[in-house]
């Protein structure tokens, strides 16, 4: 069965600082793979997402991914981050005709 | 284009009351589920559908039941609340069952 493992509970980065969220999973073949960033009181929303072709994909809210197959993993990146990017962050997996799984999460908290 | 749409967005229970969460959506996606998000746990399925009249068990259906009678809407019952299903209910669609989820706003339930 796949799984994701996001192994930071807690993230504390300060303003202007870079980021990077990790997740790793498990699927038997080509996964597709998912960011989602839940900002405090509100739904999911997509930050970007892997189906194929290039590994490094460009999200909203300047956020970028690296699918690093040998690895099994897929880490969201941010060069700078601002107040506004505090939340809680989801990866999660997918692929032929299995749902999605979802990671139990990253909460970023953003210091001044 | 409302996207996905929950009500309501709280709801207190006393143990065994029943309710039904109310899920539409208006893209006219085929793919409709409900995840419960627990503190620590991430969002774990419930129930999904692949279209009208089609339904089937997610991770932890056990008391919640769903129907789906049109493309539109999916609503979740549960039939005699528990203290165990205090939790936040997200309904999501999707044009794929291993797709981009759209999430909706959420519902937060609390069983006394």
């Known amino acids: 069965a796949q799984s994701v493992t996001q192994p930071d509970i807690h993230i504390t980065v300060s303003e202007g600082a870079s980021l990077e969220l990790r997740c790793n999973y498990s699927?038997?073949?080509?996964?597709?793979l998912f960011w989602y960033v839940q900002s405090p009181g509100q739904g999911l929303q997509l930050l970007l997402k892997?189906?194929?072709?290039?590994?490094l994909v460009q999200g909203i809210k300047g956020f970028e991914a690296e699918f690093k197959r040998s690895q099994s993993s897929f880490n969201l990146r941010k060069p700078s981050v601002h107040w506004s990017d505090a939340a809680e962050y989801f990866c999660?997996?997918?692929?032929?005709?299995?749902?999605?799984?979802f990671g139990t999460g990253t909460r970023l908290t953003i210091i001044p | 284009n409302a996207g996905v749409t929950q009500t309501p967005k709280f709801q207190v229970l006393k143990t065994g009351q029943s309710m039904t969460l109310q899920c539409a959506q208006d893209?006219?996606?085929?793919?409709m589920s409900w995840y419960r998000q627990d503190p620590g746990m991430g969002l774990r399925l419930i129930h999904y559908?692949?279209?009208?009249?089609?339904?089937d068990q997610g991770e932890v259906p056990n008391g919640y039941n769903v129907s789906r009678s049109t493309t539109e809407d999916f609503p979740l019952r549960l039939l005699s609340a528990a203290p165990s299903q205090t939790s936040v209910y997200f309904c999501?669609?999707?044009?794929?069952?291993?797709?981009?989820?759209?999430f909706g706003p959420g519902t937060r339930l609390t069983v006394l």
């Open positions: 999501a669609s999707s044009f794929s069952l291993r797709g981009e989820q759209f």
């Open positions: 699927y038997g073949a080509t996964p597709y």
């Open positions: 892997y189906f194929s072709g290039d590994t």
């Open positions: 999660a997996v997918g692929g032929g005709n299995e749902k999605l799984t």
């Open positions: 893209m006219n996606h085929e793919y």
């Open positions: 559908s692949v279209g009208a009249g089609i339904t």
